[in-house]
C-alpha cells in the first residue's frame, strides 16, 4: 500500500508565500498524475492543479499566475509553490495521486491558513 504524505502548510499573512510538498511512502512508486485538491469549512473539495508524468500542467483559475505545481521525478516528490496568497485560499489541501493502474491515492491532508 502506498500511501501520500504533505508537507509545509502552516500559518501566513495575505500577500505571503508557502510551498506544500506530497511524497509517496515508497519513493520507486510511480504516478501517472499527481494532483493537489482543497476544501474550506462547508465547501466541496476543490481541484486547484494537476501534473501529469510528462509534466502537463493545469490550474483552476482562481490560482492561475499564482500558484505553480512541479514534481521532481527522481525523488517522486511533487510540489506547489503558493505565492500572493489571499484570505479565501485558506483550506486544507490534499495531494492526490492516480497510478497507471487508475488506483487512486490520498494523503492525510496539511492545513494552510492565510490572515488578512
Known amino acids: 500500500q502506498v500511501q501520500l504524505v504533505e508537507s509545509g502548510g502552516g500559518l501566513v499573512q495575505a500577500g505571503g508565500s508557502l510551498r506544500l510538498s506530497c511524497a509517496a511512502s515508497r519513493s520507486s512508486f510511480r504516478f501517472r498524475a499527481i494532483a493537489w485538491y482543497r476544501q474550506a469549512p462547508g465547501n466541496e473539495r476543490e481541484l486547484v492543479a494537476t501534473i501529469t508524468n510528462d509534466g502537463f500542467t493545469n490550474y483552476v483559475a482562481s490560482v492561475k499566475g499564482r500558484f505553480t505545481i512541479s514534481r521532481d521525478n527522481t525523488r517522486n516528490q511533487v510540489y506547489l509553490q503558493m505565492n500572493s496568497l489571499k484570505p479565501e485560499d485558506t483550506a486544507v489541501y490534499y495531494c492526490?495521486?492516480?497510478?497507471w493502474g487508475g488506483g487512486t491515492y490520498w494523503g492525510q491532508g496539511t492545513q494552510v491558513t492565510v490572515s488578512s
Open positions: 492526490n495521486g492516480v497510478s
